[in-house]
């Protein structure tokens, strides 16, 4: 099975500001790689696919880059709605597996 | 608008069963795989189960294999969970979401339905 490994566990941060996760593979799945968002009370929502692609209605500032076994999603400036978790997930290996998340809150 | 509504969720005794229900809509529902996700309080997120599109597939994870069963009814547009022999590390809210076209990436979710085993 895949392990996929997420940091930093926290991530504080001002609106404005810009996020950088980070997503590493215990072994290459080559670009497929999804992040997707979690707000408290909430069902994740897709934001990026196969590593580098904003799912439907994604705004731009959502972008996500890498390829092999380290993957970046990254929030070029912060809304006060982005705060939340973020998990990665491969679909490389049967099943797909998810990281544990990031946490983005508030400083 | 695509529209994935759970039901079926509760308090059950462990080695108990239940059956979770999915109802979809705003998409056509015949055309794709379908997956429950489930996330332990406090939790990640855990895949659970795939059926593909027209049913022939049905793949779960090791934690269930056995004790799960995964179906659908297209003239219904549901999916279902069959949960058997429940046990408490069962115990978590469980989301339907839709393949993206068979890949494995899930590209919509429900709003999830919570199970509790306990005595």
């Known amino acids: 099975e895949i392990v996929l490994t997420q940091s930093p566990a926290t991530l504080s941060l001002s609106p404005g500001e810009r996020a950088t996760l980070s997503c590493r593979a215990s072994?290459?799945?080559?670009?497929?790689l999804a992040w997707y968002q979690q707000k408290p009370g909430q069902a994740p929502r897709l934001l990026i696919y196969?590593?580098?692609n904003r799912a439907s209605g994604i705004p731009a500032r959502f972008s996500g880059s890498g390829s092999g076994t380290d993957f970046t999603l990254s929030i070029s400036s912060l809304e006060p709605e982005d705060f939340a978790v973020y998990y990665c997930?491969?679909?490389?290996?049967?099943?797909?597996?998810f990281g544990p998340g990031t946490k983005v809150d508030i400083k | 608008q695509v529209q994935l509504v759970e039901s079926g969720g509760g308090v059950v005794q462990p080695g108990r069963s239940l059956r979770l229900s999915c109802v979809a809509s705003?998409?056509?529902?015949?055309?794709?795989?379908m997956h429950w996700v489930r996330q332990a309080p406090g939790k990640g997120l855990e895949w659970v189960a795939f059926?593909?599109?027209?049913?022939?597939?049905?793949y779960y994870a090791d934690s269930v294999k056995g004790r799960f069963s995964i179906s659908r009814d297209d003239s219904k547009n549901t999916l279902y969970l069959q949960m058997n022999s429940l046990r408490a590390e069962d115990t978590a809210v469980y989301y339907c979401?839709?393949?993206?076209?068979?890949?494995?990436?899930?590209?919509?979710w429900g709003q999830g339905t919570v199970v509790t085993v306990s005595s």
């Open positions: 979401a839709k393949d993206y076209v068979s890949s494995g990436i899930f590209d919509y």
């Open positions: 705003g998409f056509r529902f015949s055309g794709y795989g």
């Open positions: 059926i593909s599109y027209d049913g022939s597939n049905k």
């Open positions: 072994q290459s799945v080559s670009s497929y």
């Open positions: 196969d590593a580098s």
């Open positions: 997930q491969q679909r490389s290996n049967w099943p797909g597996t």
